[in-house]
Nanobody, 124 residues
Framework: QAQLVESGGGSVQAGGSLRLSCAPS????????MAWFRQAPGKEREGVAA???????KYADSVKGRFTISKDNAKNLLYLQMDSLKPEDTAMYYC??????????????????WGQGTQVTVSS
């Protein structure tokens, strides 16, 4: 079973940037669709960005133009570059892998494997 470990979270002021990383073990980023989700306190988990096996990318409207999902096949890492951060981006961010057939890339139940999350806090 794949294990996913996120890193790169932290505290930053509004307008700043962070880059999250996801390191899967027993799982190749080059051969699977992967995504980033987030969950803020008191809110449902939501899809933020996804990277399909074909290279297709999907973004939530709230992060389009500010966040970029990418991967490094040689290092077997998934990234989420977050720029122009806003206080409303504050949440626990989760890496997800292995898209289920028939699900949308940013659907909440779309992925089989999940990491433990990394906290992102954006102050105004």
């Amino acid at each position: 079973q794949a294990q996913l470990v996120e890193s790169g979270g932290g505290s930053v002021q509004a307008g700043g940037s962070l880059r999250l990383s996801c390191a899967p073990s027993g799982y190749a980023v080059s051969k699977n669709s992967m995504a980033w989700f987030r969950q803020a306190p008191g809110k449902e988990r939501e899809g933020v960005a996804a990277l399909g096996l074909s290279g297709i990318t999907k973004y939530a409207d709230s992060v389009k133009g500010r966040f970029t999902i990418s991967k490094d096949n040689a290092k077997n890492l998934l990234y989420l570059q977050m720029d122009s951060l806003k206080p409303e981006d504050t949440a626990m961010y989760y890496c997800a892998a292995s898209l289920r057939s028939g699900y949308g890339y940013l659907s909440n139940d779309a992925y089989r494997y999940w990491g433990q999350g990394t906290q992102v806090t954006v102050s105004s």
